[in-house]
């Protein structure tokens, strides 16, 4: 499946861009994440820039290590909350200097880690960095053309060749040299290619305003969409990224069905499994849509579409209904700005309804509520079964709003109040408990001390300021 990437520079925890990326392109890099999941785009490379922000002058190598551990920390705490909220595979990489910052990059939560093979430093460490997680986990970064001194071409065959078995694929920077070339000049190179584009922005004038070669941007992106499609329709090639892959923007859901459907390309896109004939119509030819929040499940509104409807939803992926008082098509937030991005179609047993999972941003209801189903008929108090995960998160919330607003005689803050060694001893004592209990045969005991565990778990999670998402994630993942 081919991917379409979009990038982040990520510089004094915003989103930076321009020839010497410096101009600020957004305040809220995790926001323009999310975006860019919404859009369309199959992966984000997140690039930390923080070492570019440190002020070497004056410093000892220890106060400049010092330094820039403290600003690779400021950046991972981005980086951490891009990869919890944009929902789409996060590529993390800048500011490695050891095998321990590609563990935090992952650790972090994104799926993979960039190494530059360009860089002694990191590529010295590339063997034992595959090794302790996964060529899997790794993609080289290296550069199309010729290269400059130090660069991958002039690499030795044999450190080229060990490259090629330590990572599972290339981020080729664009240099004006085609992929096919650069492969027949280096048959060390054997994995899949992804090609980054950064060519639109060339330099910046004297107020810092960004300098292109002439071109305008409309005519940029639509000579981009080909050079994209040159590479994608290349076998060896998997996906472009890109801050050029940025300027598509809320195109790409458009872009992806094109290639779809002109070059039969295999993409993450909503190819439909069944067609508007295939659906049951009211008398007035409409299907009446359910819209739910994809991330809480919460029922937002009703909506119905036609055919025209239908088929722009799946093509933009933005949700398009059929307004019955206005007798025409209605993209949801074309006006407010709040759109609902298209995460799932499905349809019920009849095919008469359509349930739609949806991103959405802002609210739903025109009133300012959230959901358009605010007003309360009648409820009869029922005990419902208790669902496991938000029990953790429950009780999480508690411990957390523990350690905001103290209470007195509160034993999880006694726990905070003692700090980490404490809650560390806790855990171990807990955990020694349930070995104990387990050896008996009533497994009630066991029950009891796991339960013990778990809550003493949470205290050092809240500590540390890790969350459930991340743990089930990290799960997930295995």
């Known amino acids: 499946m081919k991917k379409l990437i979009c990038n ?80 789409i595979p996060v590529i993390g990489t800048g500011n490695i200097r050891r095998m321990e910052d590609v563990k935090k990059i992952l650790y972090a939560g994104c799926d993979q880690a960039m190494v530059d093979l360009e860089n002694p430093v990191q590529r010295a460490s590339l063997e034992e960095i595959s090794k302790k997680f996964g060529k899997e986990k790794i993609l080289g970064r290296i550069t199309g053309g010729e290269g400059t001194e130090g660069g991958y071409a002039s690499l030795s065959d044999g450190e080229k060749q060990q490259a090629d ?116 119509k009211d008398p007035q030819g ?34 398009t209904y059929y307004s019955r008082s206005r007798a025409s098509k209605w993209v949801k937030g074309e006006t407010s700005g709040h759109f609902q991005y298209v995460k799932s179609l499905t349809a019920d047993c009849d095919l008469d309804t359509i349930l739609a999972k949806v991103s959405q941003v802002g609210v739903a209801c025109h009133t300012g509520a959230y959901s358009c189903f605010f007003n309360d008929i009648a409820h009869k108090s029922v005990q419902a079964q208790d669902d496991p995960l938000h029990v953790f998160e429950d009780v999480y919330n508690v411990i957390l709003d523990r350690k905001v607003h103290p209470r007195e005689g509160s034993y999880t803050n006694y726990l905070f109040d003692k700090g980490l060694d404490k809650i560390l001893k806790k855990v171990g004592e807990e955990a020694t408990e349930i070995v104990i209990a387990a050896k008996n045969q009533s497994s009630n005991e066991v029950t009891y001390e796991i339960s013990d565990f778990l809550y003493h778990m949470m205290v050092l999670m809240a500590e540390k300021g890790i969350t459930w998402e991340e743990v089930t994630r990290d799960l997930a993942n295995r």
């Open 286 to 319: 409409l299907v009446p849509v359910v819209v739910q929040d994809v991330r809480t499940n919460e029922v937002l509104m009703v909506a119905y579409m036609d055919k025209e409807a239908y088929q722009s939803t799946l093509k933009t992926g933005k949700m």
């Open 8 to 87: 982040i520079d990520l510089k004094y925890g915003k989103a930076v861009g321009g020839a010497d990326l410096e101009t600020v392109l957004s305040e809220d890099p995790v926001a323009l994440a999310r975006a860019f999941s919404d859009y369309g785009a199959d992966a984000i490379i997140v690039n930390d820039l923080s070492a570019d922000s440190v002020e070497e002058e004056g410093l000892s190598e220890s106060e400049l290590v010092q330094k820039l551990d403290e600003a690779h920390e400021q950046a991972l705490d981005v980086l951490k909350e891009i990869c919890k909220s944009c929902g």
């Open 165 to 280: 078995e330590l990572v599972s694929a290339y981020v080729m920077d664009y240099a004006g040299n085609s992929v096919s070339d650069f492969r027949k000049e280096n048959p060390f190179v054997t994995k899949p290619v992804i090609s980054f584009y950064d060519t639109y922005v060339c330099e910046e004038n004297e107020d810092g305003e960004p300098v292109t070669d002439g071109t305008e941007p409309e005519q940029f992106v639509k000579s981009l969409k080909d050079e994209l499609r040159k590479d994608l329709l290349l076998e060896e090639v998997c996906g472009v990224a890109g801050n050029d892959v940025n300027l598509l923007a809320d195109g790409l859901m458009a872009y992806k069905n094109a290639l779809m459907a002109e070059d039969h390309l295999e993409m993450d896109a909503f190819l439909p499994k069944l067609e508007w004939e295939s659906l049951k």
